[in-house]
Antibody
Framework: EVQLVESGGGLVQPGESLRLSCAAS????????MTWVRQAPGKGLEWVAS????????NYVDSVKGRFTISRDNAKESLCLQMNSLRVEDTAVYYC????????WGQGALVTVSS | DIVMTQTPLSSPVTLGQPASISCRSS???????????LSWLQQRPGQPPRPLIY???NRFSGVPDRFSGGGAGTDFTLKISRVEPEDVGVYYC?????????FGQGTKLEIK
């Protein structure tokens, strides 16, 4: 059974940093693209970033370029999202997703950016 | 960026009756590899999204066969042959043919 478990969410002030992690199991992590998708309270889904199986390249939505970094450790089957210079508008539930087409989703981690 | 437009945004349906959701993309979703990376997701209240359909018409394991997807190019449809109570929620189409990956606005399925 595919499992994706996010951790690291919390409440931070604008301008601060946070690091999300996702522990993956139940599939061949090292050959899968991985993605972060977020959902602001009461809103729709927004793609944030994806990373190739080898982990040498990330793709980002324009609004987070230069502030967020997606990375992975295939040996540990884990995915990370380093979020710097956080803004109020980054407040959302962040989902760890297998693939780029939404093959499997974690339960999500809530990130709240507020002063 | 590819814009995904869903209609309707809200769909009140009678139990046991069919439902249909349309998704239109601003440009063709046919990838250079010949595949069309159009998926459908279901999000029940308080739950993470659940994948239903991938590459237009392929159901994920465990998805009831009352759900079906169709279409081509820029026009796609999700159909539910007979709506059940557990189908209540928001449905999203998404494209992964091109970065940035984009989603439709969501269609809220409600029971009349």
């Amino acid at each position: 059974e595919v499992q994706l478990v996010e951790s690291g969410g919390g409440l931070v002030q604008p301008g601060e940093s946070l690091r999300l992690s996702c522990a993956a199991s139940g599939f061949t992590f090292s050959t899968s693209w991985m993605t972060w998708v977020r959902q602001a309270p009461g809103k729709g889904l927004e793609w944030v970033a994806s990373i190739k199986d080898e982990g040498d390249k990330g793709n980002y939505v324009d609004s987070v370029k230069g502030r967020f970094t997606i990375s992975r450790d295939n040996a540990k089957e884990s995915l990370c999202l380093q979020m710097n210079s956080l803004r109020v508008e980054d407040t959302a539930v962040y989902y760890c997703v297998r693939g780029t087409g939404g093959l499997a989703w974690g339960q999500g981690a809530l990130v709240t950016v507020s002063s | 960026d590819i814009v995904m437009t869903q209609t309707p945004l809200s769909s009140p349906v009678t139990l046991g009756q069919p439902a249909s959701i349309s998704c239109r993309s601003s440009q063709s979703l046919v990838h250079s590899d010949g595949n069309t990376y159009l998926s459908w997701l279901q999000q029940r209240p308080g739950q993470p999204p659940r994948p239903l359909i991938y590459k237009i018409s392929n159901r994920f394991s465990g998805v009831p066969d009352r759900f079906s997807g169709g279409g081509a190019g820029t026009d796609f449809t999700l159909k539910i042959s007979r709506v059940e109570p557990e189908d209540v929620g928001v449905y999203y189409c998404m494209q992964a043919t091109q970065f940035p990956v984009t989603f439709g606005q969501g269609t809220k399925l409600e029971i009349k």
